[in-house]
């Protein structure tokens, strides 16, 4: 097995140490090894998306990031059909985008906010 090094803040560090002890995982690379297969696997299902599609996004990010939503949002109007804002936690907002278009546009926008490093968290739902 290759090792690699990554580098992680101490909040990430306390939470896979946390899901390592209440999961029973038998290390922090256990854990990290779960998340990386659970990415690769949603990866492979956004990947196999074709066609007119219905779906969901739902972003959650730190206030301050709030033009950051919005530059990338307004590019992708075509597709969005409801869009809506919520204050959630402590300066968080939870955005919740019902998304209908082609494939390729919302995996567009999937990926944007996905690889954009002020998103805390981005989750497509499609049924």
Do not use: W
């Amino acid at each position: 097995m290759t090792i690699i090094s990554v580098s992680l803040n101490d909040k990430i560090l306390r939470d896979i140490e946390k899901i390592q002890n209440e999961h029973g995982y038998s290390g922090r690379s256990e854990v990290i090894r779960a998340g990386v297969r659970l990415l690769i696997s949603e990866s492979k299902d956004t990947e196999k998306l074709f066609g007119e599609i219905n779906s969901i996004l739902l972003v959650i990010h730190h206030h301050d990031s709030e033009n950051t939503v919005s530059e990338i949002k307004h590019d992708f109007k075509d597709i969005t059909k409801t869009q809506i804002h919520s204050h959630f936690e402590k300066e968080k907002c939870l955005e919740i985008f019902v998304l209908q278009g082609k494939a390729e546009r919302i995996k567009e926008m999937h990926r944007l906010l996905n690889t954009n490093k002020k998103m805390d968290i981005v989750k497509l739902i499609v049924p």
